[in-house]
């Protein structure tokens, strides 16, 4: 385990109208993280460091929900040896939109873009 991505568990409505509201505030980043159909993990004004780890296309952690004491929790595991300095990563696993987000992580196996 390296660390569980903290935030406000909030449903599908309420996601919504923060994501506009967001916009509209200039937040360009999104930190909502989706735990299942209607559950979604805000870590825009409240969260920890999880929030900043980058997605790639070939990562070195992987993330995973699970339920502890019946509430659904995201955390993020290594799949692997993570050296000194070395950045951690995960795959964001978006799910596929028309409107691309272009993906920066430069590695050979990179799909292009995140969703
Ligand atoms: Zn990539």
Same mark, same amino acid.
């Given at each position: 385990m390296v660390i569980e991505y903290v935030g406000q568990n909030i449903r599908q409505v309420v996601a919504d109208m923060r994501e506009k509201r967001y916009a509209q505030e200039g937040?360009?980043?999104?930190?909502?993280?989706?735990?299942?159909h209607d559950t979604i993990i805000d870590a825009t004004k409240c969260g920890n460091l999880a929030r900043f %780890?980058?997605?790639c296309c070939t990562p070195n952690c992987y993330a995973k929900v699970i339920t %502890? &004491?019946?509430?659904k929790k995201i955390v993020i595991y290594s799949k692997q040896a993570i050296g000194v300095n070395e950045e951690i990563t995960y795959d964001y696993k978006f799910p596929i939109e028309d409107t691309k987000i272009p993906c920066?992580?430069?590695? &050979?196996s990179c799909r292009g873009t995140l969703n």
């Open positions: 937040i360009g980043s999104s930190y909502l993280f989706r735990v299942d %780890i980058n997605h %502890i &004491e019946a509430q920066l992580c430069r590695t &050979e």
